[in-house]
């Protein structure tokens, strides 16, 4: 329960400093996950007080993961993985895997592609390992390994 306890306590921290560099000092969103890693344990309770009482106690990290311990909460719907919907379908990007926030290059490719939380896509063709995407940022290529870890909320 302790190990539990300390462990959440630092992915809410991670999560928290996220959020910081995103929204007050405007890092670019594919390489928060990194620097996150080096504050995270440098973020006493006192800091994480002030951190959410700054950032409003938001729900969510700019990837669309929960930030544990926050009083407000997402919408529960239901996710699907973006890379098994089927040409033509419409969904709002919610949440990006933990596994490809540590691949620096995917995330890159996902902003380019504009496949963040609270975006819309549609699903265009798939051809070999490669799902085509189109976005307010356009249309992409999008490796079906990447396409698997980017959950969506499909919409009418």
Known sequence: DEGRGYATAIMR???LAER????VLHVPWHQVHEEAGRLEHAISANLEAHLVQLLGDPATCPHGNPIPGSRNSTP???LEPLGT???GATAEVRRISEEIEADGESMLLLEEAGLIPGQRVVIGNRERDRLSVRTAAGTSA???AVASKVYVAVTA
Do not use: I, Q, S, T
């Open 13 to 15: 921290r991670h999560r």
């Open 20 to 23: 910081l560099l995103v929204d």
């Open 76 to 78: 529960e719907v239901a």
């Open 85 to 87: 919907l089927l040409a």
């Open 142 to 144: 999008v490796p079906a």
